[in-house]
T-cell receptor, first 114, second 117 residues
Framework: AQSVTQPDIHITVSEGASLELRCNYS??????LFWYVQSPGQGLQLLLK??????LVQGIKGFEAEFKRSQSSFNLRKPSVHWSDAAEYFC????????????FGSGTRLSIRP | GAVVSQHPSRVICKSGTSVKIECRSL??????MFWYRQFPKQSLMLMAT?????????EQGVEKDKFLINHASLTLSTLTVTSAHPEDSSFYIC?????????????FGNGTRLTVT
């Protein structure tokens, strides 16, 4: 069965510093992968997705992620974080052929140090 | 603007009562919608797949009789929490994709916060 692991529960980085959030997936075929962000008490916003093609995916708000099949990873990166990036980040994998049924990782809470 | 609308956004109910949550696709048709539950400071757990015109498919461990799902039209799915108890208090989120499939975006509702007293 498909699964997603986010090994870091909480990360704190200084404003302006670079960020990398880790994500590992388990899936038999080529996965559909996503990163979502959720602010406190809010719904989900899609940052980026990978379906096929270029393994380096650009998203919104300056985020990018790289699909590495050999490592079963899809880590999220941002070169310079802003205080407004503080939120909960979820890596997810599509569990059906249309990538509509989404399985989420446990999430990583990002805090920004002024 | 939001293309998947959830209503209500917040609801407080007494233990033992039932609560209905609606999920509407506003400008597209969705043969399938999905319901998730999120406990505080936890991830979203898929509860069930709502299928238009047929029975919902529930994930393992989710009580069918407790969480009734109806998907009577291509734009509306409802989740009814029956005989709610305080442990059902959670954030419920639905999602839907345009029936045309993978090329169209997957939309999430803004969620419904249920508090059972």
């Amino acid at each position: 069965a498909q699964s997603v692991t986010q090994p870091d529960i909480h990360i704190t980085v200084s404003e302006g510093a670079s960020l990398e959030l880790r994500c590992n997936y388990s899936y038999g075929a080529t996965p559909y992968l996503f990163w979502y962000v959720q602010s406190p008490g809010q719904g989900l916003q899609l940052l980026l997705k990978y379906f096929s093609g270029d393994t380096l995916v650009q998203g919104i708000k300056g985020f990018e992620a790289e699909f590495k099949r050999s490592q079963s990873s899809f880590n999220l990166r941002k070169p310079s974080v802003h205080w407004s990036d503080a939120a909960e980040y979820f890596c997810a994998v599509g569990a059906d052929s249309s990538a509509s049924k989404i399985i989420f990782g446990s999430g990583t809470r990002l805090s920004i140090r002024p | 603007g939001a293309v998947v609308s959830q209503h209500p956004s917040r609801v407080i109910c007494k233990s033992g009562t039932s609560v209905k949550i609606e999920c509407r696709s506003l400008d597209f048709q969705a043969t399938t919608m999905f319901w998730y539950r999120q406990f505080p400071k936890q991830s979203l757990m898929l509860m069930a797949t709502s299928n238009e015109g047929s029975k919902a498919t529930y994930e393992q461990g989710v009580e069918k009789d407790k969480f009734l799902i109806n998907h009577a039209s291509l734009t509306l799915s409802t989740l009814t929490v029956t005989s709610a108890h305080p442990e059902d208090s959670s954030f419920y989120i639905c999602s839907a994709r345009d029936y045309r499939g993978l090329g169209s975006p997957l939309h999430f509702g803004n969620g419904t916060r249920l508090t059972v007293t």
